[in-house]
């Protein structure tokens, strides 16, 4: 998912183009305090005459508390992005104060409260020994994200980029987010020149169960996108684990060998998951 | 009259004569002769130990007895460094003489410091690859008496062959050369790498000129430009900026838009048929199409292919590439960069070649028709695929010709890789101000909006297809960009056509009005 800064023409025009599967209009952290107002009229004017077309469209926020957030969501909501971004959310009671405001904006507008999907910032200590009870809050919540960048702040981590501070973080929230069957996206990498780096960290952050990773430049998608796209060796090896298991199936048996190696129902559901990713109809097998 | 593309072309235009228009990219060629008669190089004789030597480029020129309306030729090697042009044009204004044919293989911004010679009558007419910066706003507005002439790389040749150029004094700068004149660009403080543009003036022209900033021991080895075709050498202490001339490497952009425009070109190479062992291919050195080079070579090493040759103007990219063994050979007429060079140098599998080999369609086969795949840009390209590479969104000049539609006519495969609008204005359109290459000569455009095959290819749009790459109707993304950007103003012109764009073959397939101030 890629962060486009809100107040940015060029950007915001051409933002569906480079092959993210997301653009992230933001009207937060990239945005400077006196740029506030300017974002939030140019992101809604994007909203309404510019195609994401083969985008999902999420609106970053700034947070209910600040003097920015209830004009966000005055705007913005209307105009009913795939979904939107909540900043820096710390406990049950705040994700259900703002999502009340939403459904009262909507109402306003005749607007359905299913439409549009909210996706939830954790980026406090609080927010993460809280996580699981907010995820699971509303249905509207479709995806948990972790702040990396904030999240170490709040922590007082002087020495950030090696991740480690974060670990338990990022391992709580994805847990969290699978417990409720939900997405899970990871912070941001910051070095836009260390390809290298975002590899690594993207390849670890996929291990751990992550969906996604936000990205802060065109740049840094491809490579994103390699690492959570399966190989072509993985596709086959997923394709011939589903199909030796059909086969097994109309015979009755529930675990077999597949190339000398154990295949039972959990490894038949990941090459189900890797044929999802690969977007291949298993039927076409 | 109107051309094959339905451009009105005058039948004969003063300063240049009788005009021939368009009738398609291979109606000439397929004839199998150059109708034209050639004309036959100059007789010269020169006693055994005199000297060629003079102490100034200014006794050179003397020595040349200049004249009103001759024709003084360069070529374009030193980039954006060349100050030898300014140099020669502002001794032959001094010296009084009027009426000048310039004849440059390129002219660039680094030549602006000539505009004044435009205007008072030293330089009467042009005739370039391509013109850039204020000479080539200049000369659309009018500055010039006579209509300038664009032609390609390859029809330059032609040109110098059948006297339509008829060169007096080619005025060849090298950064080695020893004191009869068998010079190069390889080596020296300057070094420029090929000097494959120079070769043709060299052989043609009446008198020639070569100045140098380094005179080595003869021989001069090697030897692009040979003794027996040059009268006067001159060593002058600088031929331009080095660092402009000898600048560095040529890096791949790291600006996202072209990024993902090569990759998506990338993708369409890799699944169009013709990215198979031993193929040959070109890029530019600009932007976008640089960078298809990137991913090009990184789906060749995970297929494990090897390239045949890599043709045209050479990058350091294309060297690192020879260098890692995935091309067997490069055949380069003009380098990009320093490291390209020493590469020149030192690599016998480096290998310069003259204009003519490169691309003059008459001849029994330049080297761009064995061109399996060539990526090229664009500043406009139309629903025809008709491609604009010269005039910019104001009318101006402000582009090259090259060997845009020579490697175009010549590859199996040509992708025109652009963004299909810049700021509010539409690349991607129904009609462009000016055609340099000829949609037929076109496969395939590859923006970050679409791609989009040309209809005359349906077996490509096929392959494209069956690997599950997305292909869009041009005239659709046409209208997709007018959305965005709204409909641009036309560009204001008077009835009077300053410029021609000569095709290849020598045809006339568009003209160039003049633009109003």
Known sequence: MLYIPGNNPAMLQQGSVYGADGVLLDLEDAVALNQKDAARILVAHMLKYISYEGCEVTVRVNH?????????????????????????VETVDEIKRILELIEQIEDEHNLPHEHMKVHVMIETALGVQNVYDIARYSPRIDAISIGGQDLAADMQLVKANDGVGIDYARKQIVMAAKACKIDVFDTVFVDVENEEGLREEAEYIKKLGFTGKAIINPRQIEVVNEVFTPTELEIRKAAKIVKAFERNKAEGIGVFAVDGKMVDAPVVQRALRVLEMADIDVESL | MKNILQREIPEELEGIGKLEAFEGAFSKLKKGWMEEKTVPPPNKAKMPHSSKICDTLRDAILKTKPRNGMTVSFHHHLRGGDNLVYEAIKILADLGIKDITLAASSLTTAHDPILPYFKDGTITQVYASGIRGELGKAIAEGVLPKPFVIHSHGGRVRSVHTGKIKIDLAILAASAADEEGNATGAHGPSAFGSMGYAAIDSWYAKQVIVVTDNIVDYPCVPQSITQNYIDYVVKVDSIGDPSKIAGGTTRITKAPMDLQIARLAAQVIEHSGELKEGFSFQVGAGGASLAVAKYIRKIMKQRSIKGSFILG????????????????????????????????LDNQYHIEIP????????NCGCMTNKLDIVVLGALEIDTNFNVNVITGSEGYVRGASGGHSDTASGANLTVVVCPSFRGRIPIVKKKVHTIVTPGESIDVLVTERGICVNPQKPELKAHLEAAGIKVKDIAVLAEEVEGITGKAKPIETTERVVGIVEYRDGTVIDVIHQVKE
Not at chain 1, 64 to 88: C, M, S, W, Y
Not at chain 2, 317 to 336: H, K
């Open chain 1, 64 to 88: 209910i508390d600040t003097p920015f957030g209830l004009e966000d969501l005055k705007q913005i909501v209307p105009l009913q992005p795939n979904a939107l971004r909540l900043p820096k």
């Open chain 2, 313 to 344: 103007g050479v990058t350091s990219y294309g060297v690192d590439m020879l260098n890692e063994g995935l091309f067997r050979s490069i055949f380069d007429v003009q380098s990009f960069d320093a490291a390209v060079s020493s590469s020149l």
């Open chain 2, 355 to 362: 204009a003519g080999l490169y691309a003059n369609p008459f």
